[in-house]
Structure formats: structure tokens, C-alpha cells
């Protein structure tokens, strides 16, 4: 998001977005895990993730495949899966479209008339599979993580440079992964054109500044950066509806095929719950299992 020095989007869109709780006729935009509460949780979340995609492309998209092909996704790798075989889920499933798409349009003319710019959203889908095999290839979540991660990052960042100043004041700010607290080197590989130096690495806090030859960008990672930055809690959001979409695929698979199946979110315990549910579908038809139960 670009916009004049100092402005707060939180608050240049409060007509529009709520943070710090849900406000009927409001989306909500922060940390994830607080957006996607209650019985209606995937509801709030489908309208903030939604609302700034169609202020960004003009409408909301139709399906789950649309979305994921305009989020630059390779699909044939997801339809590997019998589960994410047929991706034509219509969206939004709960959200009231014609809503979304005239909240959208209002937060972008509110968003024009402050001066500021929602440059991207982008979201990364990481199946089981590929999970798997970074796993293997790290021996450690974080890596794991950050290896997909950095994908978001660097395109968020060859698409800032060009946009940025000598004397723009850009800052980039991102979540940290699991206890991680070095990014210089990752920084390094994703901009090898930037001159990248430390700024500071304290608890709760790693900042770099990235300089190259027509502009400068400062990336922080820190811990509830979702509190800290508006486009943070944005990413956030739109990565969890992804997540809760691919987890619907998956629960819509098997409930055609296992009667009175109970819908899993895919965590850790009521995850082990759900295979144990299926796990007869899985021996009769001889279920990919590395593509749906991760390693760790």
C-alpha cells in the first residue's frame, strides 16, 4: 500500500474497516486468528479478503480456480490431488456479492481520495506435498515456511522498486517466522541488484534496509507485525481465506464419499480426529497420503 507520509490507513478507511472488533456494515482488518472467530469467522473473513480484491481488480472472482490462476498459481501441481481435482467452488460462498462489490468501490475511492494506493495482493497456496518435501529438505518448520514466504516477499518487492523515489520513505513490514531473527542473507537472494544492510536485530524485531540505485526500501519482520501494520493484518486475512477455501475443498471431497462426516479446519488435533474418520476411504481407494497428511 503507498500513500503520503504518516497517513494511517486504519484510520483513512474507518468508515470502512473496523480493527480492534466486528462493526456491522464494516470489514474487519487484523490479525487473522481474531478475524476468523465464531460461527460466522469464515463470513468476516471472506468480506475483508474479498472487499480490497475487488478494491484492487474492479470485482470480485467467481471461483476458487479463478482466483488462484489470478494470484498466478501453477494448478497442476494442487490437482495432483483428488481433493483440489475440481477447484470450481463459487465464491464468495457466504458474503453477500453484490456487498463486497460495492464496499470494495467505496474503499478504493476512499483510498484514491487520501491519496494512497493498494499496490498487490498476493498469496502463496502451499499443498501437503510440497510442505513434505521442504521439510525434508530444511529439518525445520521455520525454513520451511520461509522458503514459501520468501516467494510473496520477493515478488512484493521487484514490484516496489520500480515505484519507489530517491526520497520516498518505503517500509515493508512482515511477519516474523516462528523464532527466526537473521534475514539478511534471504534479503540478499531475493534482491541480489539491492545493497542490503542490517539496521537493527532485537527481540521481537529484525530491520534491513535495501538500498539500490533509484530508491531505498526499509523490511522489517516483528512479532504481531498484524498490530503493528495495516497491510500486515491485510496479507494475513487473505492468506487465511485461502487457507479456510482449500480446506473446504477438502472437507467437501470426502463428505461426498463418507456419510455424515464431520468438516475438519485441519489443526492439529481434531486433524488427526478427521483421518481416522476417513482413513477406510483412504485404504479403498488407495489415497495419495503424502498429499494430504503433513510430516510435521
Known sequence: ?????????????????????????????ADSKKVNQGKHGLLRLEETAM?????????????????????????????RCPWYEDLSLQLPLHADRDW?????????????????ELLDIAVRAVDVEEWNVLIADTDNKSKAHFHAYAEVLGLLLRGLFPR????????????RCGGRSHYKTDLQRLCPDSKVSMIKEVKG????????????????FAERAEDRAFPTALASCCAKYLRQLMIECINRWFQARVPNLKPTA???????????????????????????????
Not at 11 to 19: E, P, T
Request: net charge positive; proline share 5%.
Open 51 to 79: 472487499v480490497f480484491w475487488t478494491a484492487l481488480h474492479g470485482e470480485p472472482p467467481a471461483t476458487l480456480e479463478e482466483w488462484l490462476v489470478k494470484l498466478g498459481h501453477d494448478l497442476v501441481p494442487l490437482q
Open 205 to 220: 524485531m529484525s530491520s534491513y534496509h535495501l538500498q539500490q540505485q533509484h530508491g531505498n526500501v526499509t523490511v522489517t
Open 164 to 175: 519507489v523515489q530517491k526520497d520516498d520513505s518505503c517500509h515493508l513490514v512482515a511477519d
Open 1 to 29: 500500500m503507498a500513500g503520503p507520509e504518516g497517513t494511517a490507513p486504519w484510520r483513512l478507511l474507518q468508515r470502512h474497516v473496523s480493527k480492534l472488533k466486528y462493526v456491522k456494515g464494516k470489514v474487519r482488518v
Open 266 to 296: 485441519g489443526y492439529y488435533v481434531d486433524g488427526h480426529r478427521f483421518l481416522i474418520d476417513v482413513e477406510p476411504q483412504i485404504e479403498a481407494l488407495a489415497l495419495p497420503r503424502h498429499r494430504l497428511v503433513r510430516v510435521r
Open 100 to 116: 463486497i462489490s460495492l464496499t470494495g468501490e467505496l474503499v478504493a475511492r476512499t483510498l484514491r481520495s487520501g491519496g494512497c
